[in-house]
T-cell receptor, first 110, second 117 residues
């Protein structure tokens, strides 16, 4: 079983739609949680950290449920430029080592 | 934009050749990492370093080796390339954390796409 599981998609949505991605992790010792964005054939870039109380950054909202070991990302008012792969990432232990999910692909169309 | 560079960006090479993938960062970061990513798959950590003369193997076994003689430079070497080494190799760096609970963002280079024929 993979340590971080994501629905690979693709999610095909029209501009303006709201879309939600889910992620589950298996290691209960996971300490920190993140969403990274990876454009096609590019490097990953940090989108946002995920805090226990949930957090929002503009059109993006992240939620964490430690009891269920579940993380979500909600994107409101989707833009064409949101088309990318969204990687769920967890940090285990104290040494800044990250475990990446395989990503969920989002395609926003006009 | 992150100041982390990788060369070459693309490399096609024959089996048995020795190759070195270069990675440099100008941010003064202590920590550096090498990941391997196949198309549509997750990144896997293959090597990391906490500073000069520090190197550790990552979670995914790799036949490659690394060195960290200078803070800004973290090259990866394959002594004898094989088709199974065909993949994308991503280098990353981060600042030294202030404690085990502190996460410092990892900045990624653009990657090297390696094809071994």
């Amino acid at each position: 079983r993979k340590e971080v599981e994501q629905d690979p998609g693709p999610f095909n949505v029209p501009e303006g739609a709201t879309v939600a991605f889910n992620c589950t992790y298996s290691n209960s010792a996971s300490q920190s949680f993140f969403w990274y964005r990876q454009d096609c054939r590019k490097e990953p870039k940090l989108l946002m950290s995920v805090y226990s109380s949930g957090n929002e950054d503009g059109r993006f909202t992240a939620q964490l449920n430690r009891a269920s070991q579940y993380i979500s990302l909600l994107i409101r008012d989707s833009k064409l430029s949101d088309s990318a792969t969204y990687l769920c990432v967890v940090k285990i232990g104290g040494y800044n080592k990250l475990i990446f999910g395989a990503g969920t692909r989002l395609a926003v169309h006009p | 934009e992150a100041d982390i560079y990788q060369t070459p960006r693309y490399l096609v090479i024959g089996t048995g050749k020795k190759i070195t993938l270069e990675c440099s960062q100008t941010m003064g970061h202590d920590k550096m990492y090498w990941y391997q990513q196949d198309p549509g798959m997750e990144l896997h950590l293959i090597h990391y370093s906490y500073g000069v003369n520090s190197t550790e193997k990552g979670d995914l076994s790799s036949e490659s080796t690394v060195s960290r003689i200078r803070t800004e430079h973290f090259p990866l070497t394959l002594e004898s390339a094989r088709p199974s080494h065909t993949s994308q190799y991503l280098c990353a760096s981060s600042e030294r954390g202030q404690g085990p609970q502190i996460y410092n963002e990892q900045f990624f280079g653009p990657g090297t796409r390696l094809t071994v024929l």
